[in-house]
């Protein structure tokens, strides 16, 4: 064992004990995981049209907002005997609308007892009768919803990401470690995970159908998403939470909240994290949050392998969410495409839909709903999955290129999982929050 990975699992071990998130965990796993940086095997999904019948499943959902309530409704089409049954959400209004939804679209009726507000409203689902329970908050508040979901023993599916800064991901990481001992299933909200016609396409690059991967690139390059205006009657806590795309302590800022897609692609792809990352950005439009505008890293994994992403969110630019891998004997768009040297097409995934629109309404199954089929599937059938250390992984992924950004240093892998980098208040109090709102300026900003 080198000086260096010594070091870090001692400090990781040191500094997730003092936070009071590590119990009898299997640590030589964890870091036998972080050190190991090739992937032997991919456990693929079942790809079911629906879940398998069995005893009834409760669920309850703690974040109500859009994806909150989107999520709800993919689980309700997740099979036969499913039921949500508790909400939880920081404000009245988020819950009262994602209970309106679920009795307008699924014809369910949540009790009122059983519908929880207020920052530590999750407290109280947790003492629910539940099965599973689905985490979509701001990403800020993963690793705590995570810990408590686990501690009260309830299987878990966690939208993406699951931190916004490296203390959140080891706390997801020891936490992923207690639910695979105690069997539970973990399902991630990365879709491409989720969906046929990439899993089609990763099977091939597996086999070799591109030959030895030598680099790639990706592109979350979109129009602005959208932003809250402060109210007078809003605290500033109250004012964040519902601007929290446009803050990086809840967020993580966009290419750790929505670019993580291409990076967990990417990871998924090559079989491996990045060793570290050199980037930069730059705010120009945002007006209000303290998050940049646009991103553009080189990642580097083992053997030399260069990875550029790029992603921005900006309106009437030229926009583009997309991936390339480049391989010794061909290349792949890695959704459905295998490509010779010379750019001829050498395979495509046979979609079994060919109606208009976009490639997931080719699909027998949308993968929003195949993640909620494979997770009560894998809870039917005993055979648990657990998905929340790959996402970890991409979640960190993103988190070092962002710091890379943000100070203009190269930053490693070692240093991120070294790293004592916290985003947010000490504690959440309806009032003013105390935490820096200044934006990062490359080559003054420190974060590591």
Same mark, same amino acid.
């Given at each position: 064992?080198?000086?260096?990975?010594?070091?870090?699992?001692?400090?990781?071990?040191?500094?997730?004990?003092?936070?009071?998130?590590?119990?009898?965990?299997?640590?030589?796993?964890?870091?036998?995981?972080?050190?190991?940086?090739?992937?032997?095997?991919?456990? =693929? &999904?079942?790809?079911?049209?629906? %879940?398998?019948?069995?005893?009834?499943?409760?669920?309850?959902?703690?974040?109500?907002?859009?994806?909150?309530?989107?999520?709800?409704?993919?689980?309700?089409?997740?099979?036969?005997?499913?039921?949500?049954?508790?909400?939880?959400?920081?404000?009245?209004? *988020?819950? #009262?609308?994602?209970?309106?939804?679920?009795?307008?679209?699924?014809?369910?009726?949540?009790?009122? #007892?059983?519908?929880?507000?207020?920052?530590?409203? =999750?407290?109280?689902?947790?003492?629910?009768?539940?099965?599973?329970?689905?985490?979509?908050?701001?990403?800020?508040?993963?690793?705590?919803?995570?810990?408590?979901?686990?501690?009260?023993?309830?299987?878990?599916?966690?939208?993406?990401?699951?931190?916004?800064?490296?203390?959140?991901?080891?706390?997801?990481?020891?936490?992923?470690?207690?639910?695979?001992?105690?069997?539970?299933?973990?399902?991630?909200?990365?879709?491409?995970?989720?969906?046929?016609?990439?899993?089609?396409? =990763?099977?091939?690059?597996?086999?070799?159908?591109? $030959?030895?991967? @030598?680099?790639?690139?990706?592109?979350?390059?979109?129009?602005?998403?959208?932003?809250?205006?402060?109210?007078?009657?809003?605290?500033?806590?109250?004012?964040?939470?519902? +601007?929290?795309?446009?803050?990086?302590?809840?967020?993580? #800022?966009?290419?750790?909240?929505?670019?993580?897609?291409?990076?967990?692609?990417?990871?998924?792809?090559?079989?491996?994290?990045?060793?570290?990352?050199?980037?930069?950005?730059?705010?120009?439009?945002?007006?209000?949050?303290?998050?940049?505008?646009?991103?553009?890293?080189?990642?580097? /994994?083992?053997?030399?392998?260069?990875?550029?992403?790029?992603?921005?969110?900006?309106?009437?630019?030229? +926009?583009?969410?997309?991936? *390339?891998?480049?391989?010794?004997?061909?290349?792949?768009?890695?959704?459905?495409?295998?490509? +010779?040297?010379?750019?001829?097409?050498?395979?495509?995934?046979?979609?079994?839909?060919?109606?208009? $629109?976009?490639?997931?309404?080719?699909?027998?199954?949308?993968? /929003?709903?195949?993640?909620?089929?494979?997770?009560?599937?894998?809870?039917?059938?005993?055979?648990?999955?657990?998905?929340?250390?790959?996402?970890?992984?991409?979640?960190?992924?993103?988190?070092?290129?962002?710091?890379? %950004? /943000?100070?203009?240093?190269?930053?490693?892998?070692?240093?991120?999982?070294?790293?004592?980098?916290?985003?947010?208040?000490?504690? /959440?109090?309806?009032?003013?929050?105390?935490?820096?709102?200044?934006? &990062?300026? &490359?080559?003054?900003? @420190?974060?590591?």
């Amino acid at each position: 064992m080198n000086k260096s990975y010594e070091q870090s699992r001692r400090k990781f071990i040191r500094n997730a004990t003092a936070a009071g998130i590590i119990g009898a965990v299997g640590l030589n796993s964890i870091f036998t995981s972080c050190k190991s940086r090739k992937q032997k095997k991919y456990d =693929f &999904p079942p790809m079911l049209p629906q %879940a398998p019948d069995g005893p009834l499943l409760k669920a309850g959902v703690v974040g109500c907002g859009y994806r909150g309530t989107g999520a709800a409704i993919n689980f309700l089409n997740s099979g036969p005997n499913v039921e949500i049954t508790a909400l939880a959400d920081v404000f009245q209004d *988020r819950v #009262d609308e994602c209970r309106k939804q679920i009795k307008e679209k699924k014809e369910l009726e949540i009790p009122a #007892d059983k519908c929880f507000v207020g920052i530590n409203s =999750f407290e109280k689902l947790m003492e629910c009768d539940l099965d599973i329970v689905i985490l979509a908050t701001p990403p800020h508040f993963r690793p705590q919803h995570f810990e408590a979901c686990v501690k009260a023993q309830k299987h878990v599916f966690m939208e993406k990401p699951i931190a916004v800064d490296p203390v959140g991901v080891r706390s997801v990481m020891v936490t992923a470690e207690k639910a695979k001992m105690l069997g539970l299933s973990v399902v991630a909200g990365t879709i491409k995970r989720h969906q046929q016609d990439y899993i089609e396409t =990763f099977k091939q690059v597996s086999k070799g159908s591109i $030959g030895e991967i @030598v680099s790639a690139n990706s592109y979350y390059n979109v129009g602005k998403l959208w932003h809250r205006n402060p109210r007078a009657n809003w605290s500033e806590l109250e004012n964040m939470i519902r +601007n929290w795309v446009n803050w990086c302590w809840l967020s993580g #800022d966009h290419i750790v909240e929505q670019h993580v897609h291409n990076l967990d692609t990417m990871n998924w792809f090559v079989g491996q994290h990045p060793l570290k990352a050199l980037g930069f950005g730059a705010r120009q439009q945002r007006i209000t949050g303290d998050q940049y505008d646009m991103f553009s890293v080189d990642f580097v /994994y083992d053997n030399n392998i260069h990875y550029h992403s790029m992603c921005r969110q900006i309106n009437d630019c030229a +926009n583009s969410v997309s991936d *390339r891998i480049q391989g010794t004997e061909g290349s792949t768009n890695c959704e459905n495409t295998i490509f +010779n040297l010379d750019g001829s097409i050498k395979w495509t995934f046979k979609y079994p839909n060919q109606s208009d $629109g976009n490639n997931i309404s080719r699909l027998n199954t949308n993968p /929003y709903d195949q993640e909620h089929i494979d997770l009560v599937t894998a809870i039917r059938t005993q055979n648990p999955i657990n998905e929340a250390f790959q996402i970890a992984e991409s979640t960190l992924t993103g988190i070092m290129g962002r710091v890379s %950004a /943000y100070t203009g240093k190269e930053v490693s892998w070692e240093e991120m999982m070294n790293s004592d980098l916290y985003l947010g208040p000490q504690t /959440y109090v309806i009032g003013p929050v105390d935490i820096s709102k200044a934006i &990062p300026k &490359p080559g003054k900003t @420190v974060m590591i």
